[in-house]
C-alpha cells in the first residue's frame, strides 16, 4: 500500500522516537522512575508500531488483529505516564505496593477483556477497516468508555500534579508548558480521532504520545528538571519561621502562615478576612521604610513588622505583606548586652579612679600626685603665680607599727589622710605621697602663706585622737617640709627634692616641726626651721 505510507511515517517517527529514548533511559537508570519511564517508552513504542502495521496491512482481519495487539500499548500507557509524574513529583509510593496494584486494576481489565472480546464484544462490537484507507467503522462496546474515561482521568491527574509542582515559580513556567503541551495535545487528539474518525484518516494519538513522551523524557534527563525544581514557594512560606501575612488594600487579614499564627496566638481556624488592626491593636503607624515593633497582648511576644506593598501594573496598591519576627529573645539580650555595658562602664571608672587613689586613704596616690604638679607648675607658670608643696611624714612612725601593730599603723594612716582632706582648702591637693608621707600641693600661695596654712595642719593633725587595740588613746607628731615653685627649677622634681630637703632639716633639727626652704636662698642657708 504505497499510497498509504504517509499515514504511517508520523507513527514511525514517534516509535524511532521512544525507542532511543527508552533505551537512553534504561541505560542511564537515572532518577526514582527511570524503569516507569523506560517502559512508557517501550508501550508507546509499541502501539506506534501497531499503528504502522494497521496503517499498511492490506487484509482487513490482519488488521483486526493487529488493533487488538495495539492494546498492550494503549492501555498501560496512561498509568506507566502517571505513575513516571508520581515519582517524579515526590510520591514513589505509587509505584510498588498496594497503591500501584490500584493503578493497574482497569488497565489489566482491559487488557483481559480486549483478549478475550469476541466473546461478549465489551471493547468493542465491530471493527470494519476501510480498505485503501488508514481508518476503520468501529463501534465500541461498553466497557470502552471505562477505559476511555480511566486513561483521560490519568493523564488529566499527572498533568494536574505538573502544573501543581510547576506553577508556584514563574521561573519554571516555560518548561512546565514545554512538558504539559504534550499530554494537552494528547488528549486533544484522541478526543477529535474519537470523535471525527472518518474525517481525520489517521488516528494522531500514538505519534502525540510519542512527543509527549519525548518531552517528558526530555526534561528529566536533559535537564534533570524535576530535581532541580525547588518545592513550591506555598510551602516555602508555611515553612518561613517567620510569620507572613497576606493583607487586602483595607487592611483585613487575608491569609497568614503558621508561624503568623503561632506569634499571634491563633488557632487553626481562625476565621479571615478580620481587620489586622483587631489582630495587633499595638500596631499604629506602618509603612514601608521602616520596620515597627509591636507587643502581642500583655506577656506577650514582642514583633518587629515589616509591611511590602503589592501593587499591580500601574503601581496601585492591591494589598501588602506583613512580616512579623519575634524579637523578644534579641530585645532581652540586647538589654542585658547593655546593661554589661554600663557596668562595664562602671567598674571602669572604679578602676581608673582606683589607679590613681590610695586605698587606704582615699587620697590622691603618688601617680596622681605627680600628675598633678606637673600641670600646677604649668598654670602657675602661664599665669605667674606662686605654687607651694608641702612634705610631711610621720615621727617615729615605725614604732607605731612595732609597739602597737600593723593594723593600728594602717588606721593612723588612715585617720591622718582623712584629717589632711578635711584640713586644706578646696583648691588645694592633697595625697599620700608614701608610706607614712604625705603632700600637699598649694596653687597661687606663696611659702609664707603656705608656712601658716601647713602650721594650723601641724597643729592639728598633733592633736589626732588615735586609738590602738586597747582602746587607749595616743597622740603622733609631724615633721613638715615646704618648698615653693623658683623659675630656676626645671621639673617637679626640683620642686619635690626641696621640700624633702626642709622635711630632713626638720626630722634631724628634733622632728615635729615645719622647715621652710627658702627661695631664693639666703646666702647663709637656704633652709629656716619656723616651728
Ligand atoms: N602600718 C603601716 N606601716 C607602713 C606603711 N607604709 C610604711 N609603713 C611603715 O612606716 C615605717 C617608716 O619607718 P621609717 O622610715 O624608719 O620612719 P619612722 O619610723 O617614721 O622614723 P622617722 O621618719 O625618722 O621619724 C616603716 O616601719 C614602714 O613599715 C603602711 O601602709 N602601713
Redesign the pocket.
Known amino acids: 500500500m504505497p499510497q498509504l505510507l504517509p499515514y504511517a511515517l508520523p507513527s514511525l517517527l514517534g516509535m524511532l522516537i521512544c525507542l532511543g529514548i527508552a533505551t537512553q533511559v534504561a541505560l542511564r537508570r537515572q532518577g526514582p522512575a527511570w524503569r516507569q519511564l523506560a517502559c512508557l517508552g517501550l508501550a508507546v513504542a509499541w502501539w506506534c508500531g501497531t499503528e504502522i502495521l494497521w496503517v499498511l496491512l492490506p487484509d482487513a482481519d490482519l488488521r483486526r488483529c493487529v488493533a487488538q495487539w495495539q492494546y498492550l500499548g494503549v492501555t498501560p500507557t496512561p498509568v506507566l505516564w502517571l505513575q513516571a509524574v508520581l515519582a517524579y513529583t515526590g510520591r514513589r509510593r505509587w509505584q510498588h505496593g498496594r497503591r500501584a496494584v490500584l493503578l493497574w486494576i482497569i488497565p489489566l481489565a482491559t487488557l483481559l477483556l480486549v483478549a478475550t472480546n469476541p466473546g461478549h464484544g465489551l471493547v468493542w462490537q465491530a471493527i470494519e477497516p476501510i480498505a485503501g484507507q488508514p481508518t476503520a467503522h468501529i463501534v465500541y462496546g461498553q466497557w470502552y468508555a471505562v477505559h476511555a474515561s480511566y486513561s483521560y482521568a490519568l493523564v488529566l491527574l499527572a498533568t494536574t500534579l505538573i502544573v501543581a509542582r510547576f506553577s508556584a515559580s514563574p521561573l519554571y513556567r516555560v518548561p512546565m508548558l514545554i512538558v504539559l503541551l504534550g499530554p494537552l495535545a494528547v488528549v486533544g487528539a484522541n478526543l477529535a480521532y474519537l470523535l471525527w474518525a472518518e474525517r481525520m484518516r489517521l488516528d494522531p494519538t500514538p505519534f502525540g504520545f510519542a512527543l509527549a513522551f519525548a518531552a517528558l523524557s526530555w526534561s528529566v534527563v536533559r535537564h534533570n528538571l524535576f530535581e532541580l525544581v525547588p518545592m513550591a514557594r506555598g510551602l516555602a512560606v508555611e515553612c518561613l519561621q517567620d510569620g507572613v501575612m497576606v493583607l487586602s488594600a483595607d487592611r483585613r487579614v487575608v491569609d497568614l502562615n503558621p508561624a503568623a499564627r503561632q506569634l499571634l496566638g491563633l488557632t487553626v481556624g481562625h476565621r479571615l478576612g478580620r481587620p489586622l488592626q483587631e489582630l495587633l491593636p499595638g500596631l499604629q503607624s506602618l509603612g514601608p521604610a521602616q520596620p515597627t515593633e509591636v507587643s502581642v497582648g500583655a506577656g506577650g511576644p514582642l514583633l518587629e513588622a515589616r509591611i511590602t506593598h503589592v501593587t499591580d501594573g500601574e503601581g496601585r496598591v492591591e494589598g501588602s505583606v506583613l512580616m512579623l519576627r519575634d524579637i523578644t529573645e534579641a530585645r532581652a539580650a540586647r538589654e542585658r548586652l547593655l546593661q554589661a555595658k554600663e557596668h562595664l562602664a562602671q567598674l571602669n571608672q572604679e578602676l581608673e579612679r582606683l589607679a590613681h587613689v590610695d586605698a587606704?586613704t582615699g587620697l590622691a596616690n603618688r601617680r596622681r600626685l605627680m600628675h598633678k604638679l606637673d600641670e600646677e607648675i604649668r598654670h602657675a607658670r602661664e599665669q605667674g603665680r606662686p605654687l607651694t608643696v608641702l612634705l610631711a611624714?610621720?615621727?617615729?612612725?615605725?614604732?607605731?607599727?612595732?609597739r602597737l601593730g600593723?593594723?593600728?599603723?594602717?588606721r593612723?594612716?588612715a585617720l591622718a589622710g582623712r584629717s589632711l582632706a578635711e584640713l586644706v582648702r578646696p583648691e588645694d591637693e592633697p595625697a599620700r605621697y608614701?608610706?607614712?608621707?604625705f603632700a600637699v600641693l598649694f596653687p597661687g600661695t606663696d611659702l609664707q602663706a603656705a608656712a601658716n596654712l601647713a602650721a594650723r595642719m601641724q597643729r592639728e593633725l598633733r592633736e589626732l585622737a588615735h586609738v590602738d587595740d586597747t582602746g587607749a588613746r595616743f597622740t603622733v607628731t609631724w615633721?613638715m617640709g615646704l618648698a615653693t615653685l623658683d623659675a630656676i627649677d626645671a621639673s617637679a622634681q626640683d620642686l619635690l627634692t626641696r621640700a624633702d630637703q626642709a622635711l630632713y632639716h626638720t626630722?634631724h633639727s628634733g622632728?615635729d616641726g615645719l622647715s621652710l626652704y627658702q627661695t631664693p636662698p639666703p646666702p647663709d642657708a637656704p633652709i629656716r626651721r619656723v616651728l
Open positions: 587606704l611624714d610621720l615621727d617615729h612612725f615605725k614604732q607605731v607599727n612595732d600593723h593594723l593600728v599603723g594602717d593612723v594612716l608614701g608610706g607614712e608621707e615633721s626630722k622632728r
